[in-house]
């Protein structure tokens, strides 16, 4: 059977359906899980090294829920700066999920508002991907199925990043085994399983060119960190507006 595909049976329990519904979409975030565990070590690894103990590491990951932001907030500790440019500098960096949020509200605008509020608050880079291409490929995404893949994305994060921490107690400079490289490898991992998941090839070309394109000349005029962050604004807006 395909993945993600469950027969209709007009027989069936709606209780039954939306059970069925939530375990499958606890299987299709599987393929993901590894991602979310070597980079929640990774980010625990790092949390380990700015001092973190392993219920503020595991707290930041139930409370921030973002491995990009939690890599920035750790590396930012461990430079010692100031509270309100870690809150500042991490609202930025989140702020894709504006546009993330926006691309599939349409699945959900039937929903009530504090349904729609539990699946926002729990999507990331991976479940959005995985979202897209179950929407794409059905044209419709169950609610129950995405609570299943939010949920499942969720407690592994917060998992994986309390064994980070645990390992980071035995290893002196986690550049070594370049835990460093964890977070960039994630987001090219997540672009190779958009393209492979049938989503518009065109679409997909000119994001990346533009947001390429806009990293460059941004860079040049701020801060590289600032210019990733306007690149993947840029990019995310870009995405949302095109059509093919």
């Not at 921490?165 to 190779?192: E, Q, R, S």
Request: with cysteine; net charge positive.
């Amino acid at each position: 059977m395909e993945l993600g595909k469950i027969p209709d049976n007009p027989l069936e329990k709606e209780g039954e359906s939306n059970l069925r519904y939530f375990i499958q979409g606890i299987k299709d975030c599987i393929p993901t899980i590894f991602g979310y565990i070597s980079l929640g070590i990774a980010c625990g690894v790092l949390g380990k090294s700015c001092g973190l103990t392993i219920w503020e590491a595991m707290g930041m990951s139930a409370f921030v829920y973002g491995g990009s932001s939690q890599f920035i907030a750790s590396s930012m500790i461990l430079s010692v700066a100031s509270v309100p440019s870690i809150i500042f500098t991490i609202f930025f960096v989140n702020f894709r999920h504006l546009f993330m949020s926006a691309a599939i509200a349409p699945y959900f605008k039937n929903n009530s508002f504090l349904k729609n509020l539990f699946i926002g608050t729990l999507l990331t880079d991976e479940t959005f991907v995985v979202a897209s291409v179950e929407g794409y490929k059905k044209k419709k995404i169950n609610n129950f199925w995405m609570a299943g893949l939010n949920i499942t994305a969720y407690i592994n994060w917060i998992l994986a990043t309390g064994i980070g921490v645990f390992i980071g107690g035995f290893i002196p400079d986690y550049k070594v085994f370049g835990l460093d490289f964890a977070l960039t490898a994630m987001f090219i991992g997540l672009l190779i399983i958009a393209i492979k998941g049938n989503l518009k090839i065109k679409k997909a070309g000119i994001i990346v060119v533009t947001s390429s394109i806009v990293l460059i000349i941004s860079s040049i005029l701020v801060s590289t960190s600032i210019g990733v962050i306007i690149s993947a604004i840029i990019g995310a807006l870009i995405g949302v507006v095109i059509k093919e």
